[in-house]
């Protein structure tokens, strides 16, 4: 067996708890229960002991959510692979910013926007509220919508999205803009501070999604 110097500190109160594997470019390999912890490894099972063989050796980033705990990132390759099993060596914890991005997920949700204020070219102000739009992608840290409405970066709005069946406003902040296809802008958007209870909701409805897609990819 290869030796091990990485060691991460994950407490035992993390046994039980949903996890998702992901390869490095964000593909959904599995989603199990964190099995078991050691300062070298860790293992993750699934109840109808059907995992997928994952590649030995491959890199891959760890989601593991606690209702109580929270939630970590964790970086490391695959050791053992199975049905039943899988071993996570080589262990490292994400930084804050790389555990918010790696919650993303591609979704065609609505959202609907309230309070945002665009100035136009002629100087004329025009509101948005309750303002229907496409999702493209979602993470803990921001989305990405699309729309046909010409925004600007900078401009602030709050956004509740029904799917989450949440009447939760989550404020956020317009960073970016890229042309779609069709005639389409997509506005990429940055979270403002979020509240513990926002965090929770927003991660389980992005668990939920993820399981989802597992289910269509299996």
Do not use: W
Request: charged share 25%; net charge neutral.
């Amino acid at each position: 067996m290869r030796g091990n110097n990485s060691m991460i500190d994950l407490s035992e109160g993390y046994i039980g708890s949903s996890c998702v594997v992901k390869a490095k470019n964000n593909d959904l390999l599995i989603m199990g229960t964190l099995h078991r912890i050691k300062t070298s490894f860790i293992d993750i099972s699934s109840t109808r002991n059907e995992l997928p063989v994952i590649s030995y050796n491959l890199f891959v980033k760890v989601e593991v959510y606690n209702a109580r705990l929270g939630f970590r990132v964790l970086i490391g390759r695959v050791y053992i692979s199975n049905q039943e099993l899988i071993r996570i060596i080589d262990l490292n914890e994400a930084t804050n910013d790389e555990r918010r991005e790696y919650f993303r997920i591609s979704t065609r949700c609505d959202g609907i926007i309230f309070n945002l204020t665009h100035q136009q070219p002629d100087g004329t102000i025009k509101e948005y509220q309750d303002f229907k739009v496409s999702l493209v992608d979602i993470s803990l840290g921001g989305l990405m919508f699309r729309t046909k409405e010409v925004l600007g970066v900078g401009e602030t709005f709050s956004i509740v999205i029904p799917a989450m069946k949440e009447n939760m406003l989550y404020e956020c902040t317009i960073r970016r803009s890229v042309e779609k296809p069709e005639n389409y802008i997509g506005y990429g958007c940055e979270f403002s501070e979020m509240t513990n209870l926002q965090e929770d909701i927003l991660y389980r409805y992005i668990l939920r999604c993820q399981n989802e897609q597992l289910k269509r990819i299996r």
